[in-house]
């Protein structure tokens, strides 16, 4: 199997690479800090991978770079696109949301356009977008990354709605994460069930390899998603 990680540098990225590595796959590995895939994370590796440079910030390179990696790969099975930035703004400072919104969306949805239209052209694929627990929710402090992620989950549903209406041979999978303790996560001292990131990395292969439709890190999750469904949003609010 052949796949690509987007945002293979550190945290969940990385550890997945690590454990679709051992499964066996052939990855190419995309992010900022090639340093980091290049020095860190490839010497680690047992089976053979590739590293490229990709900012979402900039969708046009980041497209050619996928191809490049696809075409190292000789060929693409999985994409997970992995990246994401947080950001608690309580100044709700334009420019950081802006940031946000370009990584978290703009950036996610040229990707996961490309791998589609790559997928539909070569009659199967499968793609795995990272969004967060956090897309179920609002939050005072951290509203542009909550909605960004909200995004993601809203997004990958309607394109597997679409998959399956039209017959397409392609799968989807939302990963949603609740607590994982990364680069990112790292500093928050308001965590709990904080899931460490080879357990998620673990949980995420092997909801990847059974085609699950969401993956909820940890397990336990699912019963926080499932009640919050329940949950009238005035309750909800009034909760928060
Ligand atoms: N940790 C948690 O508790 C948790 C919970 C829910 C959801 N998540 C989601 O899980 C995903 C991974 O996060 P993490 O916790 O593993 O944090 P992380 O270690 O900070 O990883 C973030 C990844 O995104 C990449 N990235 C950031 N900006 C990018 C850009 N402009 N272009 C391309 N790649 C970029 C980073 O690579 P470079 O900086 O090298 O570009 C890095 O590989 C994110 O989408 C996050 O929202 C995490």
Do not use: C
Request: proline letters at 4%; hydrophobic letters at 45%.
């Amino acid at each position: 199997m052949k796949a690509v990680i987007i945002g293979a540098s550190s945290g969940i990225g990385a550890a997945l690479a690590e454990e679709l590595s051992r499964r066996g796959y052939v990855l190419g590995l995309a992010a900022r800090r090639t340093d980091m895939i290049m020095n860190e994370l490839q010497p680690k590796l047992p089976s053979p991978s590739f590293a490229a440079f990709m900012d979402l910030l900039d969708i046009e390179s980041s497209i050619e770079a996928l191809h490049d990696l696809i075409g190292r790969l000789e060929g693409i099975d999985l994409l997970v696109i992995n990246s994401g930035v947080s950001g608690r703004s309580p100044g709700m400072e334009r420019e950081a949301t802006e940031n946000l919104i370009r990584i978290n969306v703009l950036g996610f949805a040229g990707m996961l356009h490309e791998a589609y239209r790559i997928f539909q052209k070569q009659g199967h694929g499968h793609i795995v977008g990272v969004s967060s627990i956090a897309s179920l929710l609002p939050h005072p402090n951290g509203s542009a990354y909550n909605a960004s992620k909200a995004f993601v989950s809203n997004y990958l549903d309607s394109i597997r709605l679409r998959i399956r209406r039209r017959g397409e041979n392609i799968s989807v999978t939302d990963v949603l994460p609740g607590y994982v303790l990364t680069p990112m996560t790292e500093e928050n001292k308001r965590m709990f069930w904080v899931a460490d990131v080879e357990k998620a990395a673990r949980q995420i292969a092997d909801d990847i390899e059974k085609k699950r439709a969401v993956s909820y890190v940890s397990r336990r999750w699912r019963l926080v998603a499932w009640l919050l469904s329940l949950m009238p949003r005035g309750i909800l609010n009034k909760i928060l």
